[in-house]
């Protein structure tokens, strides 16, 4: 019964955030709309910020809900596209959710953020083992939720008659470009390729001390030879 009460308040929080902004969603007036007392509203969530907590994690989930994952995509880029893509149409379809969410950093302690972090991170280290990354793994996974999540926030702050779905579309392949190569530097996947690839350039380095290089390159023939 605390559950499926706690549910329907949070669902008439969102209900007046959509409906009028967040300086609408009182303990007062949510409680009104769910149909409870004021002091319900303290019991479940603590106070209003415990509140709106509840709601953007109600929000998380649900951005998590969209989420697909292919853990074998014919081609990682239009996977990295696509799943920018899913995150840009949450936002403009929940702009005033959206806007919660990523209101304050302390939200992304919820599970849910974590979570879809997760599937973020999961898409950067396939990018990774196929050889399209450009940058840093952990780099590439910031790039690519700020990217989306400052296309989503610029969209919204715009005015409608300014609202150009090219500024979307740029941001993207600008994303894409920041933290993938147009052709794979390993041509082929699995640590074998990646050996090899590794082994070719490894007379260019100069940080590696003579007993380093022969180490690594030792290394790296047996890997090269599993393939």
Request: with cysteine; charged share 20%.
């Amino acid at each position: 019964m605390a559950a499926q009460t706690r549910q329907r308040v949070i669902e008439a929080a969102i209900g007046l955030l959509t409906r009028a902004g967040r300086d609408a969603v009182t303990t007062r007036a949510v409680a009104d709309a769910a149909g409870l007392q004021p002091p319900a509203i303290y019991r479940l969530f603590g106070d209003k910020e415990g509140l709106l907590d509840a709601v953007a994690e109600h929000g998380f989930a649900a951005f998590l809900a969209t989420k697909h994952v292919d853990p074998a995509p014919r081609d990682p880029i239009e996977d990295l596209r696509a799943g920018w893509d899913v995150a840009i149409e949450f936002g403009l379809a929940n702009p005033a959710l959206f806007t919660l969410m990523y209101a304050e950093p302390a939200r992304a302690a919820s599970a849910a953020f974590k979570a879809g972090m997760e599937i973020l991170m999961g898409r950067v280290r396939r990018l990774a083992a196929g050889g399209w990354l450009r940058v840093d793994e952990e780099i590439a996974a910031q790039i690519i939720h700020a990217t989306a999540r400052g296309a989503v926030l610029t969209w919204l702050s715009l005015p409608q008659d300014r609202r150009n779905p090219a500024l979307l579309t740029t941001l993207r392949e600008c994303m894409v470009a920041a933290v993938t190569h147009q052709q794979p530097a390993v041509q082929d996947p699995g640590p074998a390729g990646a050996a090899r690839a590794l082994r070719a350039v490894l007379p260019e380095q100069t940080n590696l001390s003579s007993a380093e290089q022969q180490l690594l390159t030792e290394w790296l023939n047996r890997l090269a030879a599993d393939g």
